[in-house]
């Protein structure tokens, strides 16, 4: 059994989008966990409004918590199934994402599986942003890689948060312990260590198709964010230097890249590392 952890706050626009393609799933032994963050739409009359024996219930928080993240793991903690999937309230997936994704997994004994997205805009409308770098990676659409954990971690990881949306994840649950739940305490870059942490545990795969659709929310990130985002980068990158002994050459080489991404997002101090 696959356990879906939709999160929401004030998305009740895209819900029904999202519920249905939940439902909707050609994988169809899942147990639905809807949380909702304290809305004030009428996202939770949209939530109540679904009847289906799989809707394990609507769970609502009294306060807004302030983290996507703690949605995450208030979730988990009520999951039961083998494999979980958090398919983030704004996003929606293609029918068959779980039954590919899950059927790789278990061929190749993987704790972690994600698919490629296709990238829309808040009304729906494709982008042609690319983040899965296939033709940078020259990578064919339809097929599949499998990394060792890591590879997946040192290989992959180190550089970016490859594994850039939740809603194209499935993971093994019982592959989530205390240092993948501390992570989620950080406010931005929790999942980067999330997922790292999980992939450790075993293989991960990377299905080349674009099964998740991912609404990007142009300009939704504050300045404040973005400053405080970057820091949480630095850390989450120290993490993996002291973890995994980077040498000396990747580490001179990543801290370019994030004095050229601080050059990039234009601000006028010095970028601190």
């Known amino acids: 059994m696959i356990s879906v952890i939709i999160p929401n706050y004030n998305y009740s626009r895209y819900l029904r989008e999202r519920i249905d393609s939940v439902l909707g799933q050609?994988?169809?032994?899942?147990?639905?966990?809807?949380?909702?963050?304290?809305?004030?739409?009428?996202?939770?009359?949209?939530?109540?409004?679904?009847?289906?024996?799989?809707?394990?219930?609507?769970?609502?928080?009294?306060?807004?918590?302030?983290?996507?993240?703690e949605q995450w793991r208030r979730g988990l903690e009520k999951a039961m199934g083998e494999y979980v999937w958090i398919a983030e309230?704004?996003?929606?997936?293609?029918?068959?994402?779980?039954?590919?994704?899950?059927?790789?997994?278990?061929?190749?004994?993987?704790?972690?599986?994600?698919?490629?997205?296709?990238?829309?805009?808040?009304?729906?409308?494709?982008?042609?942003?690319?983040?899965?770098?296939?033709?940078?990676?020259?990578?064919?659409?339809?097929?599949?890689?499998?990394?060792?954990?890591?590879?997946?971690?040192?290989?992959?990881?180190?550089?970016?948060?490859?594994?850039?949306?939740?809603?194209?994840?499935?993971?093994?649950?019982?592959?989530?312990?205390?240092?993948?739940?501390?992570?989620?305490?950080?406010?931005?870059?929790?999942?980067?260590?999330?997922?790292?942490?999980?992939?450790?545990?075993?293989?991960?795969?990377e299905l080349h198709r674009r099964l998740n659709r991912f609404r990007f929310h142009d300009g939704s990130v504050t300045h404040k964010g973005a400053y405080e985002g970057f820091l949480e980068d630095i850390e989450v990158v120290g993490i993996f230097n002291e973890r995994f002994n980077i040498n000396p050459f990747k580490r001179c080489f990543r801290k370019m890249k994030f004095r050229r991404r601080w050059k990039r997002m234009g601000f006028d101090s010095l970028c601190p590392v």
């Open 26 to 69: 050609t994988y169809s032994d899942i147990e639905v966990i809807m949380l909702d963050d304290c809305s004030t739409d009428n996202s939770v009359e949209i939530m109540k409004s679904y009847d289906d024996p799989r809707i394990v219930g609507v769970f609502l928080n009294e306060h807004n918590s302030g983290s996507p993240f």
């Open 89 to 205: 309230a704004d996003d929606s997936a293609d029918i068959h994402f779980l039954e590919e994704t899950v059927k790789t997994m278990e061929k190749e004994k993987a704790v972690l599986g994600f698919a490629a997205s296709v990238m829309v805009t808040a009304e729906g409308c494709s982008l042609a942003k690319d983040y899965d770098h296939w033709k940078r990676r020259r990578i064919v659409e339809g097929g599949y890689s499998v990394y060792s954990g890591r590879q997946f971690a040192v290989g992959m990881q180190y550089w970016r948060n490859c594994v850039y949306n939740a809603s194209g994840v499935v993971f093994r649950r019982d592959a989530v312990g205390e240092d993948e739940l501390k992570a989620l305490d950080m406010r931005y870059s929790g999942d980067w260590l999330f997922w790292t942490g999980i992939g450790l545990k075993g293989n991960v795969v």
